[in-house]
């Protein structure tokens, strides 16, 4: 542990790992079972509980409360975790809670991911990569977020939906079933905008590419398909574009059903 970069405030459990450069700012609190990779800063007033894993590189900021106890009535004391990857950004008053046992036991984030403040990741979900919760977006337990979504502020996600890659969650959005990849939703409850053009051209999504995903989503919300008929249309259409492959590959295994 390197001694010199935790404030003299700090309470750190002699079971917790610190790897060297991890900073920890005053009156932070770190519990045993607790591992906090290189260069990650910690700032005051963060709590963090175990099990947690936390990679290298990451800033969680003031007030966050980091691997504590889910929020499930059936929780009772088992041994879950969390698990966060790298170079993730942690804002002010996050919550994130370890997985339950009646689940996969553990909760898990990425990599590159932004989490603004006062943001919600409930027991059991799984985030991917360069995933951004706006400002006080909530997940409900056993959510998985894919990577490059983005959900807007106060974006309230139920228990259990999936929101697939790339898609767009407009502000005050209440997702009760599963957003496909590629797909802006907006509304209570959510209903289909089109596809995220802009965010597909900020990530290097090239024009052809662009309009062979606005050709498949409106196969699957324009055409008056039945959805097993539009998934059909999709698949044939993947064989000359990957990237419509991942949006019928989503499609066939969602077990909610999707925003249409």
Not at 23 to 41: H, K, L, M, T
Request: aromatic letters at 6%; one cysteine or more.
């Amino acid at each position: 542990m390197n001694h010199t970069q935790i404030d003299p405030r700090a309470v750190i459990d002699p079971a917790a790992e610190l790897d060297e450069g991890v900073s920890v700012g005053p009156f932070a609190i770190i519990g045993p079972d607790v591992r906090i990779g290189r260069g990650s800063r910690i700032g005051p007033h963060v709590v963090i509980s175990g099990p947690t894993s936390i990679g290298a590189g990451n800033r969680i900021f003031q007030f966050a409360s980091i691997g504590e106890d889910p929020q499930d009535k059936k929780y009772a004391g088992e041994e879950t975790r969390l698990e966060i990857g790298d170079r993730n950004q942690i804002r002010e008053f996050t919550t994130i809670h370890r997985g339950t046992a009646q689940d996969a036991v553990v909760t898990r984030i990425g990599s590159d991911n932004l989490l603004m403040a006062y943001t919600h990741v409930a027991h059991d979900c799984q985030l991917g990569n360069h995933v951004i919760l706006a400002n006080a977006a909530s997940l409900g337990g056993h959510v998985k977020v894919q990577d490059h979504a983005i959900l807007g502020g106060f974006t309230i996600a139920h228990q259990f939906s999936h929101i697939g890659a790339h898609s767009f969650c407009a502000m005050g959005s209440v997702v009760t079933r599963d957003v496909p990849p590629f797909v802006t939703v907006g509304g209570h409850p959510a209903k289909p905008h089109g596809i995220n053009s802009e965010g597909l051209r900020r990530r290097g999504f090239d024009d052809a590419a662009i309009q062979r995903i606005k050709r498949a989503y409106k196969l699957l919300y324009k055409s008056g398909l039945r959805l097993d008929e539009a998934v059909r249309a999709l698949e044939e259409l993947a064989v000359e574009c990957p990237e419509v492959g991942l949006l019928s590959e989503f499609i066939h295994n969602s077990e909610r059903g999707i925003i249409r």
